[in-house]
């Protein structure tokens, strides 16, 4: 479902700017509709956070087809075919900041699981995501795009940083490899335990 929302996003909303979407997070806001907390690169390189707020919409034509309807019992049922069928997704940006203007990072307290986290920029601006994972999924997204586009690392409080820095041993391996390593760590393990041992 997130990788079908990330293709229709791209394709609405960033695509036709020229820009990429790198990563999102859904969050909770206070005004009607579902939010999202985006990060995506421009056009000159520059990275951008967004809140984007979606909501359903009437394709164009769709008056056009309910306009066309015959007259009749029929009418309504097929009005009503129309309505479900013709609504899509509408994408507005609603705040947008730039990431090397983001100087700090607050998670307010890594011992609880808080969705909640401060982005300090010109003012500081609260997000609620939808769960603490999600959090910790933006605030990684971040840090690498800092280092890789600010040429800075982003000063992160109040984060679990086991959590959003790999370890030493496993620097700069995507989840796929560590877990392919442990799998293949254990099944040496099955297999020596299985071997027989000599006795003298």
């Avoid at 229709?8 to 990429?20: A, T, V």
């Avoid at 009005?79 to 983001?102: A, G, H, I, M």
């Avoid at 280092?147 to 109040?158: E, S």
Wanted: aromatic content about 8%; hydrophobic content about 35%.
């Amino acid at each position: 479902m997130s990788s079908l929302l990330r293709k229709e996003m791209q394709r609405m909303l960033f695509r036709p700017e020229g820009q990429k979407l790198q990563k999102f997070i859904e969050i909770h806001e206070a005004t009607p509709g579902r939010h999202f907390l985006c990060v995506y690169v421009t056009k000159t390189k520059e990275v951008q956070l967004c809140v984007v707020r979606s909501r359903k919409s009437l394709y164009s034509g769709s008056n056009k087809l309910l306009n066309s309807q015959k007259s009749g019992s029929k009418k309504k049922l097929k009005s009503q075919f129309c309505l479900s069928s013709c609504l899509e997704d509408s994408y507005l940006r609603t705040e947008v900041w730039l990431l090397q203007d983001l100087t700090l990072l607050d998670g307010r307290d890594p011992d609880v699981d808080d969705p909640c986290f401060l982005m300090h920029l010109s003012t500081v601006r609260s997000v609620t995501a939808f769960s603490c994972g999600a959090k910790y999924c933006m605030a990684r997204a971040l840090v690498a795009l800092s280092d890789k586009h600010c040429g800075r690392p982003l000063t992160l409080v109040n984060y679990d940083l086991a959590y959003i820095s790999p370890s030493s041993i496993y620097l700069n391996r995507g989840d796929c490899v560590v877990l392919m390593q442990i799998c293949f760590y254990a099944a040496n393990l099955v297999c020596l335990s299985l071997c027989p041992v000599p006795l003298d």
